[in-house]
């Protein structure tokens, strides 16, 4: 408080001086207590990059990462096709080719989950819609039952079974029209319409349901209700709602966030590829990921959203700016990219079977004979180490397994984290968000 005091004192005097005159002396202690209270502030940080320059990598880890290039060496393919980056905060450690793009494969799914979030924000929710162009009268909805969908890409058998059970709260147990599906409603990941309404009609009747859908429903919380909806009619499409459509069901499907995290725990190609669509597609996902990242465009390439091909490839250097993106973006939210990225060791996905350092958070790659592992790498010494490894052409399997054993060697050399940084952790409010049924209009005869 004292600091504060001199230097409003100071301030105003040096200001009163020339408006009115201060004596020379008073100009003389004014100066002095600003001075003394300018060198006492600590100098400004500036922000660490998203990315550093690409130059002058730390001796040491280059030396480690040639040793590591040379043991899969006899895997299949010359050091060209491998790419690694590495950094720590304002640090280059390790850049091996790590501005070229090599074939990305799942590492696709980083540039997805980036442009959803800058695009939706991690609390969006899709909004699939239900209603009618009829009547319900004595349980039994006299015409169509009309689906709206809106680009959930995780409406699955669950969720339909919720729709199910909301309607028979409605009171609905029959309906004598049509299933109409109207806009782009997707479900267990099909965009068939044929087949995602025979999945939707065989969800909301309990009859129908075969080995798979009792399996899921033994999954529910106990006393969950099993549906009844016979639907008599045909499954049909429709460009539009009929004018006279009435809505009677909102399902809001599980938040931006929590979506991205079941894909990229498992690493759905099916989820990713539709998310990409929902923002523009590939070409909008490439441009806006470089930008966000900031990386030149050429960096990062993608015709799906999902890495289902060869042709999508995106350079180490772009992979670690791209996780670091995220990062950034989601500070606002106060959350980090755990919640959207598997957490190794915690985790349920295709990452339980790796030896990847515990606490880490990342996202692997994997297409035929490509491996790639971009990510978070927590240790003592270093701090938080963003990193991208990306193997081509050679022998997936063990590709995966010395990407683990390169890793868990630097984090011994670097100090194995006993727990998780601050900066890794989960929101703890993003525990329980899920997805909903909401009864909008219950209709009266």
Not at 364 to 382: E, K, M, R
Request: aromatic letters at 6%; charged letters at 15%; one cysteine or more.
């Amino acid at each position: 408080m004292q600091k504060i005091l001199c230097f409003t004192t100071a301030l105003s005097c040096s200001l009163l001086a020339l408006v009115s005159g201060c004596s020379s002396n008073s100009d003389s202690n004014a100066s002095s207590a600003l001075n003394g209270v300018v060198n006492a502030v600590a100098p400004i940080k500036k922000p660490i990059p998203l990315i550093v320059a690409p130059e002058n990598p730390d001796p040491a880890t280059t030396a480690k990462v040639e040793q590591y290039l040379k043991s899969i060496a006899p895997l299949g393919s010359n050091q060209q096709t491998h790419g690694v980056w590495m950094q720590s905060g304002d640090k280059l450690l390790a850049n091996h080719q790590g501005t070229v793009p090599i074939t990305a494969a799942s590492i696709s799914k980083v540039a997805t989950t980036l442009v959803t979030l800058k695009t939706f924000g991690p609390d969006h929710v899709f909004v699939t819609q239900i209603g009618t162009n009829g009547t319900i009268e004595n349980g039994v909805l006299k015409g169509d039952l009309i689906v709206q969908g809106g680009q959930d890409p995780f409406f699955v058998w669950e969720e339909a079974i919720d729709v199910g059970n909301t309607l028979n709260q409605m009171g609905i147990k029959r309906v004598t029209g049509n299933l109409v599906l109207v806009d782009k409603f997707y479900m267990n990941f099909s965009r068939s319409s044929d087949t995602v309404g025979r999945l939707f009609q065989t969800a909301l009747n309990s009859r129908l349901w075969n080995r798979q859908v009792n399996n899921i429903y033994a999954t529910l919380p106990a006393g969950t209700a099993k549906p009844q909806v016979i639907i008599n009619g045909k499954v049909k499409t429709d460009a539009a709602v009929p004018p006279n459509f009435k809505l009677l069901v909102r399902h809001n499907s599980y938040p931006v966030a929590e979506l991205l995290k079941k894909m990229n725990n498992y690493s759905n190609n099916a989820m990713a590829d539709m998310l990409a669509d929902a923002v523009g597609g590939a070409s909008v996902v490439s441009q806006k990921a470089s930008e966000a990242a900031e990386v030149p465009q050429n960096e990062i390439y993608l015709i799906n959203g999902s890495g289902l091909t060869y042709e999508n490839k995106i350079s180490p250097r772009a992979a670690v700016g791209m996780f670091r993106a995220i990062e950034k973006h989601l500070q606002q939210y106060n959350m980090t990219v755990a919640d959207v990225f598997t957490i190794t060791g915690q985790d349920k996905g295709v990452l339980e079977q790796r030896k990847i350092p515990k606490f880490s958070v990342v996202k692997s790659g994997s297409l035929d004979t490509v491996s790639a592992l971009v990510g978070a790498l927590p240790t003592q010494n270093q701090g938080t180490v963003w990193f991208a490894i990306m193997n081509k052409s050679g022998d997936l399997v063990k590709y995966r397994k010395e990407q683990d054993t390169f890793l868990t060697k630097k984090t011994t050399e670097w100090g194995v984290a006993t727990a998780s940084p601050t900066e890794l952790l989960p929101s703890p409010s993003r525990q329980g968000k899920i997805s909903s049924s909401e009864i909008i209009t219950v209709q009266k005869p």
